[in-house]
């Protein structure tokens, strides 16, 4: 298969604690989306990388949520001191200049 | 401000039964519309682009169409496994601009 996977794909924390989740896109793939999803709710845009680069970040994020790719492929986002707010899926998708953008499975977190 | 609006929020089918999800968009320019699926627990999966009004695209029993304001998402004779959350998405032209802007989506149930 080699769709977009993401790792873990569940992550129960306690809150103040650091988390960090993987995302690996379609290998042909530059562009890198992060999106959040809560119950209910369409997916709410976190970030965008092409290539290597950030070229956008929501301004409704925290300086506590942190993206990187720092080789064009992989992607990671990191969390610090995490809050009950935080609980959600945290989606991962890919795409090319296309415009379509291909979803992983998601990465399901709970902050206690 | 880029805005979409899904209706019915839910929609209870039986098997068989024909019916269409509607899409309602404002965009300050449309690069593409997109439809997507979602089961619970897991992550979007990509159904359609649509780039221009007066488009359709057709895949099994799903068939979507675009006009300037709106797109329909047909649905022919469905069966109990096309139950599942259904997720319109537009990306506007504006810039470097590539985040998705979500509708909150319709829950279909088909009844066998």
């Known amino acids: 298969d080699t769709g977009v996977s993401q790792d873990p794909r569940h992550k129960i924390t306690k809150r103040g604690q650091n988390v960090t989740f993987r995302c690996d896109p379609i290998?042909?793939?530059?562009?890198l989306y992060w999106y959040r999803q809560t119950l209910g709710q369409g997916p709410e845009f976190l970030t965008y990388?092409?290539?290597?680069?950030?070229?956008?970040k929501s301004r409704l994020l925290s300086d506590r949520f942190s993206a990187e790719r720092p080789k064009g492929s992989f992607s990671t986002l990191e969390i610090q001191r995490t809050e009950q707010g935080d609980s959600a899926m945290y989606l991962c998708?890919?795409?090319?200049?296309?415009?379509?953008?291909?979803f992983g499975p998601g990465t399901r977190l709970l902050v206690l | 401000e880029d805005q979409v609006t899904q209706s019915p929020e839910a929609l209870r089918l039986q098997e068989g039964e024909s019916s269409s999800l509607n899409c309602s968009y404002t965009?300050?320019?449309?690069?593409?519309l997109f439809w997507y699926r979602q089961d619970p627990g897991k992550g979007p999966e990509f159904l359609f682009t649509l780039y221009s009004a007066g488009e359709e695209k057709e895949k099994e029993r799903l068939k979507a169409t675009l006009t300037k304001k709106e797109s329909f998402l047909h649905i022919t004779a469905p069966k109990p496994e096309d139950s599942a959350t259904y997720l319109c998405?537009?990306?506007?032209?504006?810039?470097?601009?590539?985040?998705?802007?979500w509708g909150l989506g319709t829950s279909l149930a088909v009844n066998p």
């Open positions: 998405a537009v990306q506007g032209n504006a810039g470097n601009n590539r985040k998705l802007i």
């Open positions: 990388f092409q290539n290597e680069a950030q070229l956008e």
């Open positions: 965009v300050s320019g449309l690069r593409g």
């Open positions: 290998s042909e793939h530059n562009r």
């Open positions: 998708a890919s795409g090319s200049a296309q415009e379509t953008q291909y």
